[in-house]
């Protein structure tokens, strides 16, 4: 099958590539590289011949509808996004033209091209906004209230899904991605904490932790999550669907566990809380199971484990 992959130079999107490359699809992937990487993708692009193409382009160029419509691809996975939230909240204008015009570039191109289908990575770190104690861990049915530009530009994409379904038969599954971790994630880029904390642990440096440490976040290995892109490219149509584990796990008890790991006792270094930042996040995923035969595998114990392994490897 002729796939898609925007971001797919990316983190998550070069894991889904080499998940869809192993499974037989052909991939073309779409990106600008201001935050993926050509390494990601160097045991593709070693092993996939044909199979693999990459498009050097950003999604807010037009140029993008014409290369969909050129290409035709059956299954469109759209990963590209502005992912920082402080970014969102430094330049909302520029987060809104990358996330909410980038996206109207990819779902038209997606009906030139008579795609079967959109998966979309929406955020269920930030759709939701900050729900009360009691309604964690958050069910799709809550009411959608970013607190973040970030969050409010993927919510936007969301409802722009539901009119291409409705007007043009463009069917879709978005997926509300909980904390994603694993190798590849860049603790210089959008950054995810675990990725951070194993770089500074490694090259004993100084942790910085925001606020008091006690805030939580639902941490999901990148396996599990390309598993759950590929169900949603047959299953859970129209619906939206939260990727995670249903656990919360505080920033303190985050590094206290990767500190014992590595081997090292970590030293310290707390700041003010950053604006737009959730003090808790946890995502029910009964929809997923049901809708899509899904479930998180990886113990966040096993998945820190691989992830500091696979950065000690990149300090040799």
């Given at each position: 099958m002729r796939t898609m992959v925007t971001g797919g130079a990316g983190f998550i999107g070069s894991n889904l590539?080499?998940?869809?490359?192993?499974?037989?699809?052909?991939?073309?992937?779409?990106?600008?590289?201001?935050?993926?990487?050509l390494t990601n993708l160097a045991d593709a692009r070693g092993s996939a011949g044909r199979a693999l193409t990459i498009h050097h382009l950003d999604i807010t160029a037009p140029a993008v509808v014409d290369l969909m419509a050129r290409r035709r691809p059956e299954l469109v996975f759209h990963l590209a996004a502005q992912a920082d939230v402080r970014v969102s909240v430094a330049r909302p204008a520029f987060d809104a033209e990358?996330?909410?015009?980038?996206?109207?570039?990819?779902?038209?191109?997606?009906?030139?091209?008579?795609?079967?289908?959109?998966?979309f990575a929406a955020s269920g770190g930030t759709l939701y906004g900050e729900p009360v104690p009691e309604d964690l861990p958050v069910r799709e049915a809550h009411p959608h209230q970013p607190l973040s530009p970030y969050g409010?530009?993927?919510?936007a994409v969301l409802d722009y899904l539901v009119a291409y379904r409705e007007l043009h038969s463009l069917e879709y599954c978005a997926l509300a991605?909980?904390?994603?971790?694993?190798p590849r994630q860049n603790p210089h880029g959008e950054a995810g904490v675990v990725a951070i904390f194993a770089d500074?642990?490694?090259?004993?440096?100084?942790?910085?932790?925001?606020?008091?440490?006690?805030?939580?976040?639902?941490?999901?290995?990148?396996?599990?999550?390309v598993d759950a892109f590929v169900r949603g490219a047959s299953r859970?149509?129209?619906?939206?669907?939260?990727?995670?584990?249903?656990?919360?796990?505080?920033?303190?008890?985050?590094?206290?566990?990767?500190?014992?790991?590595?081997?090292?006792?970590?030293?310290?270094?707390?700041?003010?809380?950053?604006?737009?930042?959730?003090?808790?996040?946890?995502?029910?995923?009964?929809?997923?199971?049901?809708?899509?035969?899904?479930?998180?595998?990886?113990?966040?114990?096993?998945?820190?484990?691989?992830?500091?392994?696979?950065?000690?490897?990149?300090?040799?």
């Open positions: 590539v080499d998940r869809l490359l192993a499974e037989g699809h052909e991939v073309d992937v779409v990106d600008d590289f201001s935050t993926g990487s990358v996330n909410i015009i980038g996206s109207l570039h990819v779902l038209e191109g997606a009906r030139q091209a008579e795609s079967d289908r959109v998966i409010v530009s993927k919510k991605l909980a904390n994603v971790y694993g500074r642990l490694l090259r004993n440096e100084p942790i910085t932790v925001f606020g008091d440490g006690s805030q939580t976040r639902d941490f999901v290995y990148v396996d599990d999550v859970g149509g129209g619906l939206t669907c939260n990727i995670g584990t249903g656990s919360e796990t505080s920033v303190n008890e985050l590094y206290t566990t990767m500190a014992e790991q590595a081997g090292v006792e970590p030293s310290v270094v707390m700041e003010p809380l950053r604006p737009g930042e959730l003090l808790r996040s946890s995502l029910d995923i009964e929809r997923a199971s049901i809708q899509l035969g899904w479930r998180p595998w990886t113990q966040l114990a096993d998945g820190t484990r691989a992830v500091l392994e696979s950065v000690r490897h990149q300090h040799g």
